[in-house]
T-cell receptor, first 113, second 119 residues
Framework: QKEVEQNSGPLSVPEGAIASLNCTYS??????FFWYRQYSGKSPELIMS????GDKEDGRFTAQLNKASQYVSLLIRDSQPSDSATYLC?????????????FGSGTRLSIRP | GAVVSQHPSWVICKSGTSVKIECRSL??????MFWYRQFPKQSLMLMAT?????????EQGVEKDKFLINHASLTLSTLTVTSAHPEDSSFYIC???????????????FGPGTRLTVL
């Protein structure tokens, strides 16, 4: 079982609709959860971080965390063509004192006009 | 906001040569930096954790003698790819954790990446 799992996609969503991205993780002790956006040929850009159960909203983005189910999601409202990118779910790993982050393989999102 | 720079942004070199990539935190101190490698259409793979003033911690399967890491100051880490070969061609990305912000979060800030092509 992978440590952080995401559906690779591509996920195609019409412009203006809600895009829903999902991620599951294996380490129950994980404390920090992140969503990064990566455009082709560019490095990842932090979109959201979430640390406690429930929802966290920032503009058009909402991150949802359910530690009991080991599940974290990202909702993008009013999807725009510029949201087309690969979204990486990341979870902190507790395997070393460096608190390294484990990345999922990413979900490719395509917003169709 | 926290800014991380990398230099160079791209480099082309001949097989057998060494290439040094710099990673700098511009407006914060970073005791810990991370080096990742990303092949086309694949996710980020952590190569090593760079610790200021001490030896880097390498991930399993990463050759420490081939990928030399030096973290000489709180704002600079370097990755040297020694005796580069075509299979080392990849997108190398560093990230850094803000020492102060780390007290409440372990967010990593990424540099723009360095695209290495070995001929």
């Amino acid at each position: 079982q992978k440590e952080v799992e995401q559906n690779s996609g591509p996920l195609s969503v019409p412009e203006g609709a809600i895009a829903s991205l999902n991620c599951t993780y294996s380490d129950r002790g994980s404390q920090s959860f992140f969503w990064y956006r990566q455009y082709s040929g560019k490095s990842p850009e932090l979109i959201m971080s979430i640390y406690s159960n429930g929802d966290k909203e920032d503009g058009r983005f909402t991150a949802q965390l359910n530690k009991a189910s080991q599940y974290v999601s990202l909702l993008i409202r009013d999807s725009q063509p510029s949201d087309s990118a690969t979204y990486l779910c990341a979870v902190n790993g507790r395997y070393s004192s460096a608190s390294k982050i484990i990345f999922g393989s990413g979900t490719r999102l395509s917003i169709r006009p | 906001g926290a800014v991380v720079s990398q230099h160079p942004s791209w480099v082309i070199c001949k097989s057998g040569t060494s290439v040094k990539i710099e990673c700098r935190s511009l407006d914060f101190q970073a005791t810990t930096m991370f080096w990742y490698r990303q092949f086309p259409k694949q996710s980020l793979m952590l190569m090593a954790t760079s610790n200021e003033g001490s030896k880097a911690t390498y991930e399993q399967g990463v050759e420490k003698d081939k990928f030399l890491i030096n973290h000489a100051s709180l704002t600079l880490s370097t990755l040297t790819v020694t005796s580069a070969h075509p299979e080392d061609s990849s997108f190398y990305i560093c990230s850094a954790r803000d020492d102060i912000a780390t007290l409440s979060t372990d967010t990593q800030y990424f540099g723009p990446g360095t695209r290495l092509t070995v001929l």
